[in-house]
Every structure is written in structure tokens, then in C-alpha cells.
């Protein structure tokens, strides 16, 4: 079964700071992603990658930037916090070999106070 | 633009009672198709998919869900719910192979089984 880690696991953060959530996974899949899950929204899509050195924007990107400096790992970071972002982050992994499951981390919540 | 609407937020059943999560989903062509059930604090599992041929897809813990081109639905069922059902459940779509499994998600239906 693919694992993806993600940490931290609760943030609390202060308008303005700087934030940086960190996922790994360990099954060598090419594709990354980073969802928000807000009630009356369901998760919707922030970044994505399709491997190491590459970011695409996703359908809510603004106030957030991607980093995927290796296969495994795949960053996002809040460069300005705003409570508008306090929400539960996933990381989520998949291969482009013809399967289109997906496996998600456990998620971040975090508070922007 | 594809979407995919989950029209109930909530749903109550009564353990042992059989269960229907509604999708609906709009797209141009044939998407690939996905139920994917979250437990409290953790994050989403898949249940099952469909891709293509028999459109009666059979999934984890006997869960089904049919797919219905004619009415742009993937609704999921069980006949017989338990309490550990309780969670939430997503419906999601993914272009196929152009899209890189970059999936779009439903608002989520919360389903509550009671004793």
C-alpha cells in the first residue's frame, strides 16, 4: 500500500507568518498534490506536479507556491498566512501508468490566527 | 468545465438498512470515475472506480455503484449498512489519461448510520 506522510499534523499560525507544509511519499509516483478541504466545499485542487523541478497551478492557487525538489517530496507554502487559509491541507500521490487512484496523507490542519 | 455534484450534504440510515449516495457529474466525454470514503481524522480512502464496460462496479467493504451515461450519474450503493459506514464519501472524476489523474471532487456527503 503507497504511503504519504505529511507534517505537520496541526499548525497553528499567525496572519502574516510564513508556513510550510511538508509531504513524502515512498512509492515512487510521478504525480503530487496538494488539496484544501473546507465544509460545503469538498477538496478542491491548490497545487500539483508531475515530478522533481516541476509546480502546476491547480484551481485555487493564489496565496500559495509548490516545491517538488525530489521525487518523493512535495512542499506547500503559505508565504503571507491569512485566516481565509485556515482549513485541512492533503497531500496526495498517484502514478500516470494508466492508474488513476489516488493516495492521500492523513492531512494538516491549521489555524491562521 | 467538468463538475461533479453530490446533491445531499447529509445522510441519515438505520443500520441494516440498504443506502444510495447520489452523483451527478458533467463532463463532454466518457470520464473515469471514483468514490473515495473518509473516516474521521484521516484522509481518503478509494473505494472503488470505474473506467470503462460493465457499468456496475463492484467495490471495497460491498459497496457497488452503477454508472449511467444517459443520466451523467455514478451513484453508489450497499444493501445493508453498518455502523462503522458512518463517514464521509466523496465522488470524484478525472479526464482519464489527459488529465494525469488530477481529480475533481464533490462537496462530499456525510452519512450517518444510527443503531
Known amino acids: 500500500e503507497a504511503a504519504v506522510t505529511q507534517s505537520p499534523r496541526n499548525k497553528v499560525a499567525v496572519t502574516g507568518g510564513k508556513v510550510t507544509l511538508s509531504c513524502n511519499q515512498t512509492?515512487?509516483?510521478?504525480?503530487m498534490y496538494w488539496y484544501r478541504q473546507d465544509t460545503g466545499h469538498g477538496l478542491r485542487l491548490i497545487h500539483y506536479?508531475?515530478?522533481?523541478?516541476?509546480?502546476e497551478k491547480g484551481d485555487i492557487p493564489d496565496g500559495y507556491k509548490a516545491s517538488r525538489p525530489s521525487q518523493e517530496n512535495f512542499s506547500l507554502i503559505l508565504e503571507l498566512a491569512t485566516p481565509s487559509q485556515t482549513s485541512v491541507y492533503f497531500c496526495?500521490?498517484?502514478?500516470?501508468?494508466?492508474?488513476?487512484?489516488?493516495?492521500f496523507g492523513h492531512g494538516t490542519k491549521l489555524s491562521v490566527l | 468545465a467538468q463538475s461533479v455534484t453530490q446533491p445531499d450534504a447529509r445522510v441519515t440510515v438505520s443500520e441494516g438498512a440498504s443506502l444510495q449516495l447520489r452523483c451527478k457529474y458533467s463532463?463532454?466525454?466518457?470520464?473515469?470515475l471514483f468514490w473515495y470514503v473518509q473516516y474521521p481524522r484521516q484522509g481518503l480512502q478509494l473505494l472503488l472506480k470505474?473506467?470503462?464496460?460493465?457499468?456496475v462496479v463492484q467495490g471495497v467493504n460491498s459497496f457497488e455503484a452503477e454508472f449511467s451515461k444517459s443520466n451523467s450519474s455514478f451513484h453508489l450503493q450497499k444493501a445493508s449498512v453498518h455502523w462503522s459506514d458512518s463517514a464521509v464519501y466523496f465522488c470524484?472524476?478525472?479526464?482519464?489519461?489527459?488529465?494525469?489523474?488530477?481529480?475533481?471532487f464533490g462537496k462530499g456527503t456525510v452519512l450517518l448510520v444510527s443503531p
Open positions: 496526495a500521490s498517484g502514478d500516470n501508468r494508466g492508474n488513476e487512484r489516488l493516495f
Open positions: 512509492n515512487n509516483h510521478n504525480n
Open positions: 506536479s508531475y515530478g522533481a523541478g516541476s509546480t
Open positions: 463532463y463532454s466525454a466518457t470520464p473515469y
Open positions: 470505474y473506467y470503462s464496460g460493465d457499468p
Open positions: 470524484a472524476l478525472s479526464m482519464g489519461s489527459s488529465g494525469y489523474n488530477k481529480l475533481t
